[in-house]
């Protein structure tokens, strides 16, 4: 007996065939995302940086950009991020180093404006070759001032490759400033006090020493110098104090001369109004025993003239001549004079009078000599009187005539 059975060879050159899902269109409906995303980049200088950014979409139909990016950094339509750290951008100062700098990146679809993507990365630079930074003031290392004169100035920065991030100010003495360095472009503000130059100084000098140390963030240090050698000099403010003491003190005493003037005036007026009384009654009197001689009667032309003659004695006798006040008025008017002009002569001149220390002395002086002259003539209170009175008085064209020199 004979069997067949029927089969089917396997054919090496067949293979079934597998059912597969679309990729494409599962691609097409996934968010769309960059598949590379670096979120930070640190960049040597000199070096050259490339970088290709792929999403999961058809980058044909995409274009990629950038916001606030650093200078020198691009980004192609297609995603290639590039950058060249050249030197000239850190020394110029476009660029830092060691910052890190915050790139805003989008990718937007041509077609539809809602499918797009916002992200950011990080970039820093960083050198090997360190350029160090220097405090710079805006003078020179070596100052001369005088007491009481300001010094003022800015303190710069050099930067390198870290910039200096604060300062700290020191001195050989200590001294009290008007300004505060903490940091690049402060004021450096300091007036020398009149009493900085002390008695043991050699030459009437002194010297400060200023010291700026400017750190960075490495902690590395610079620090700039400035000598300042300060003289001493005339306490200009403490002086005109001093002069107008002495010309209140010389005003003071004229309007005591002045009220003793007046005292000893009006006392030699007194004295002449009574003597021109005696005088008038002896002229009457003889005038009297004149008349009455020509009028025949003899008695009271004879007695007349007598009574005249008697009343010189007693007229002496109440009313002496006031020879030695009236010599006083005259000096103590001449004094004041003298006084006046010392005050015009030694008035300030401008606003720094270099003699101003000449002609307090010179005040001082006359002002003394004065007092020993008339160290006899008694002074009193002039509470009776006025400034503008005892002005007036002693400004009287009368009085004036009376005490004027008259030649003969």
């Not at 060879?9 to 079934?16: E, H, K, S």
């Not at 940086?49 to 650093?70: H, K, M, S, V």
């Not at 995603?79 to 020394?91: N, P, R």
């Not at 100052?143 to 300062?167: A, K, M, W």
Request: with cysteine; aromatic share 12%.
């Amino acid at each position: 007996m004979l069997f067949c059975i029927r089969g089917v060879a396997q054919n090496p050159g067949f293979r079934a065939p597998l059912q597969l899902s679309d990729t494409s269109r599962r691609f097409d409906d996934s968010t769309l995302r960059i598949r590379n995303m670096n979120p930070y980049f640190n960049v040597h200088v000199d070096s050259t940086l490339t970088y290709q950014f792929e999403i999961n979409r058809d980058p044909g139909r995409y274009y990629f950009f950038l916001r606030n990016a650093p200078a020198g950094l691009r980004l192609r339509e297609n995603g290639l991020l590039t950058f060249k750290a050249d030197k000239s951008y850190f020394l110029s100062g476009r660029l830092k180093y060691d910052y890190e700098y915050h790139v805003n990146m989008g990718v937007q679809n041509l077609n539809d404006p809602k499918d797009r993507l916002d992200t950011n990365f990080i970039i820093s630079f960083f050198t090997t070759e360190i350029i160090p930074s220097h405090v710079k003031p805006t003078v020179s290392n070596v100052l001369y001032v005088d007491e009481g004169d300001t010094v003022n100035f800015r303190v710069q920065c050099e930067t390198g490759t870290y910039p200096i991030e604060s300062l700290n100010f020191y001195s050989n003495i200590p001294i009290k400033t008007n300004s505060v360095i903490k940091n690049c472009n402060d004021d450096f503000t300091w007036s020398p006090p009149y009493d900085f130059v002390k008695d043991g100084d050699s030459a009437k000098t002194r010297l400060l020493i200023l010291y700026f140390v400017g750190t960075n963030k490495v902690f590395m240090r610079d620090t700039a110098t400035v000598r300042i050698y300060v003289k001493e000099a005339l306490n200009y403010p403490y002086m005109v104090e001093q002069y107008n003491v002495a010309v209140k003190n010389m005003r003071t005493y004229i309007l005591q001369l002045k009220y003793a003037f007046y005292q000893l005036d009006k006392k030699v007026k007194k004295t002449n109004h009574t003597r021109n009384g005696f005088d008038l009654t002896t002229a009457t009197t003889a005038l009297g025993g004149t008349i009455a001689t020509s009028s025949h009667d003899a008695t009271t032309g004879a007695i007349l003239p007598s009574v005249g003659v008697a009343m010189v004695p007693v007229k002496e006798s109440v009313a002496p001549p006031q020879t030695a006040a009236q010599n006083q008025a005259s000096l103590v008017r001449s004094s004041i004079k003298r006084l006046d002009y010392t005050i015009h002569d030694n008035s300030l001149v401008g606003e720094k009078d270099p003699d101003i220390v000449k002609k307090i002395g010179n005040i001082k002086t006359e002002l003394k000599q004065t007092q020993v002259q008339l160290i006899d003539v008694p002074l009193e209170d002039t509470s009776g009187m006025t400034e503008e009175e005892l002005n007036a008085y002693f400004d009287n064209p009368k009085v004036n005539k009376k005490y004027r020199l008259k030649r003969h």
